[in-house]
């Protein structure tokens, strides 16, 4: 069991003080240790991998919210809409039109955030930070998700000046948009390496793994 206990009650703790969410972050962690976290008071799991989520959600307690927080494909919607609490990385409209349109199916409204790049680095998904501002109307007959937040991660860098600058980019556009004439309540930034700096900077939900279950074997 690699869990740190320890680790997980000082975050929870610290974390109080700003009412920042932790979702602990389970990604190629067996189920034995979801449950021992959950045993510890842990609600909120975060999982990249459609098919690990869908394995590990039938076989642990149902009153896991089960945040999605990897790169979600449009033709895998379908395996989670049923239960998902929190979609992070809504990076297109038309991903957001499939999320709709299985939350209708399911007779439900699910909850999303949309992801913004706002690291230098190429590689992450996300929309532009002004780009976004142009496509909102198109959310407008998407009755079956709710838009209540924002998400983005910063550069892998140790260089905190610049990790900072594009959590402070992203935090000021979280209290600028209004999406349907409403204020968002979730802004989802920050990770292990990174959250506290993250919280300084506004965030009120932050993603944590490898402080919590140890470093993944495989950085997937
Ligand atoms: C894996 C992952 C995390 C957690 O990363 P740690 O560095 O282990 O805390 C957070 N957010 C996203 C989007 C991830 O993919």
């Known amino acids: 069991m690699s869990v740190n206990v320890e680790a997980y009650q ?45 394995e590990k959600e039938a076989q642990l307690p149902k009153d896991i919210r089960w945040h999605f927080i990897g790169h979600l494909q449009s033709n895998k919607v379908k395996y989670i809409a049923s239960f998902v609490h929190l979609i992070h990385g809504v990076d297109s409209i038309s991903l957001l039109k499939e999320i709709n349109k299985q939350a209708v199916k399911n007779n439900r409204i699910i909850n999303c955030l949309l992801q913004v790049h706002i690291a230098e680095e190429e590689t992450k998904f996300g929309f532009g930070l002004h780009e976004l501002e142009n496509q909102l109307h198109e959310l407008d007959g998407l009755k079956n998700v709710n838009v209540c937040g924002l998400m983005g991660m910063a550069s892998f860098s140790d260089d905190t000046n610049k990790v900072r600058g594009e959590f402070k980019k992203l935090k000021s556009m979280f209290s600028k948009l209004e999406i349907r004439n409403t204020k ?36 997937k």
């Open 10 to 54: 000082s975050i929870i703790k610290e974390l109080k003080q700003t009412n920042t969410i932790l979702v602990a972050v389970s990604k190629t962690k067996p189920v034995a240790d979801i449950q021992a976290l959950y045993n510890s008071g842990q609600r909120d799991f975060g999982e990249n991998y459609v098919q690990e989520l869908v």
């Open 184 to 219: 968002l309540e979730i802004l989802s930034m920050g990770m292990s390496g990174d959250y506290i700096i993250a919280v300084e900077e506004g965030s009120n939900m932050v993603r944590i793994g490898s402080l919590l279950f140890g470093a993944r074997e495989y950085n």
